[in-house]
T-cell receptor, first 115, second 114 residues
Framework: DVKVTQSSRYLVKRTGEKVFLECVQD?????MFWYRQDPGLGLRLIYF???????EKGDIPEGYSVSREKKERFSLILESASTNQTSMYLC??????????????FGPGTRLTVL | GQQLNQSPQSMFIQEGEDVSMNCTSS?????WLWYKQDPGEGPVLLIA?????ELTSNGRLTAQFGITRKDSFLNISASIPSDVGIYFC??????????????FGKGTKLSVKP
């Protein structure tokens, strides 16, 4: 069964802390994505990556950075967490080619609370 | 940027009822996807559509890629309690975007009638 896993389901951090959210996929997908989900705002794309070492900004990259050192792993970094980054964070992956290249598969999410 | 208009925002179902929801866009899409999200979980892909007019079923779920390429519909027949959740449409513009990027609707929340 294909899988996208995220390192934590729930996380509580303090303002100013550096936060790492990890995502691993076992489907050999080239594309990986980080979204945040907030009530009334839907899913918003933070960053995405088409390949190892590559990254591109999504719609709301401010306050975030990412790292993709290995194909299966995509990390989201909050350099200095703030309360307005309290949210549900979702990682997704998709293949680059083939019939299903637009189909993104999501992890279970990390609910981050910044106090 | 491009937004998808998904409706209704919420609806209440009684077991056995049929349910319909839809998504519209202002531009042409070449892919429509439908996801379901249970509380506290990530979205799960239900149906993928790639051709205008395409009608695809997954059990009691049926989705259609609109002929105009600007809309898609999801129907659930004979609903059951486990159908409760949030249903999202997502699509990819025919002319736009970086490879693989999807645009999401804001979801239709399905709840059980008290």
């Amino acid at each position: 069964d294909v899988k996208v896993t995220q390192s934590s389901r729930y996380l509580v951090k303090r303002t100013g802390e550096k936060v790492f959210l990890e995502c691993v996929q076992d489907m050999d997908h080239e594309n990986m994505f980080w979204y945040r989900q907030d009530p009334g705002l839907g899913l918003r794309l933070i960053y995405f990556s088409y390949d190892v070492k590559m990254k591109e900004k999504g719609d709301i990259p401010e306050g975030y950075s990412v790292s993709r050192e290995k194909k299966e792993r995509f990390s989201l970094i909050l350099e200095s967490a703030s309360t307005n980054q309290t949210s549900m964070y979702l990682c997704a992956s998709s293949p680059r080619q083939g019939a299903s290249y637009n189909e993104q598969f999501f992890g279970p999410g990390t609910r981050l609370t910044v106090l | 940027g491009q937004q998808l208009n998904q409706s209704p925002q919420s609806m209440f179902i009684q077991e056995g009822e049929d349910v319909s929801m839809n998504c519209t866009s202002s531009s042409i899409f070449n892919t429509w996807l439908w996801y379901k999200q249970d509380p506290g979980e990530g979205p799960v892909l239900l149906i993928a559509l790639y051709k205008a007019g395409e009608l695809t079923s997954n059990g009691r779920l049926t989705a259609q890629f609109g002929i105009t390429r600007k809309d898609s519909f999801l129907n659930i027949s004979a609903s059951i309690p486990s159908d409760v959740g949030i249903y999202f449409c997502a699509g990819r513009e025919f002319y736009g975007g970086s490879q693989g990027n999807l645009i999401f609707g804001k979801g239709t929340k399905l709840s059980v009638k008290p």
